[in-house]
């Protein structure tokens, strides 16, 4: 209780001070979403700096114990391991992703008929809106992820070859920021870009209803997932 109410006579005037400072919302999340997808672009340049064919000077080193022969040959295998993995990567998304589309399609009709047969046709429509945005972003989503990944895999490999840990460890650490931040402030920028426009074509008291139509969103999100973890 003595720590209770502690905090409580420390947090209430802190509570009080943020009040009165007048912050539009849609300002703040937007913001928030614009930081995220800064900070993994900037983190996503930092990985960019290493290059294929080049351990910032350790290659060398390595080449005096090994043989010259040795290493460059070492590092065109490394280098035709990631290209043929990039290319099957990104055969991969397509194949994937062409078969999503046509589910979106279908299942979109499908959502709109249904809310329509059970509301009125803008309601169908805007749900299935919904739908469809949600599944755009878990596709663009994957995508990111899957690219990012192959591209940071390599240059972790590079910077293994490097004394220590902390090298290639920095590299992968900084691959999994890129892909959480940019699919999280993605995710977050859409679905209140999307509530922003919804809101439009609702009153107040009805936004229980609006919340239904964005329903859609999350929906449409998990379907891609769901084709995700299943193709691998």
Not at 41 to 51: D, E, L, R, V
Not at 174 to 189: D, K, P, Q, T
Request: proline share 3%; net charge neutral.
């Amino acid at each position: 209780p003595g720590s209770f109410s502690y905090i409580q006579r420390n947090l209430d005037p802190l509570v009080f001070k943020m009040a009165a400072v007048p912050v539009d919302p849609s300002t703040f999340i937007i913001a928030c979403c614009g930081i995220s997808l800064a900070w993994a672009a900037i983190q996503f340049s930092i990985i960019s700096q290493t290059k294929l064919g080049s351990t910032n000077g350790y290659e060398e080193e390595r080449a005096s114990l090994k043989g010259k022969h040795s290493s460059r040959k070492e590092m065109e295998l490394l280098r035709e391991v990631y290209e043929a993995i990039s290319a099957g990567a990104e055969a991969f998304l397509r194949a994937e992703y062409s078969y999503c589309a046509v589910f979106v399609v279908i299942f979109s009709v499908i959502i709109y008929m249904l809310i329509s047969w059970s509301q009125d046709t803008t309601i169908g429509f805007l749900t299935a809106l919904s739908f469809v945005l949600g599944a755009i972003t878990s596709i663009a989503s994957g995508y990111i992820g899957m690219r990012v990944a192959v591209y940071s895999n390599v240059r972790t490999t590079i910077n293994a070859q490097k004394p220590g840990y902390m090298p290639c460890f920095n590299t992968a650490f900084r691959a999994g920021s890129v892909m959480g931040f940019a699919l999280s402030g993605l995710g977050i920028l859409v679905l209140y870009v999307t509530l922003l426009v919804f809101s439009q074509y609702f009153e107040q008291d009805n936004w229980i209803l609006m919340m239904e139509c964005v329903s859609g969103y999350g929906l449409g999100g998990s379907s891609i997932a769901l084709f995700g973890r299943v193709g691998g």
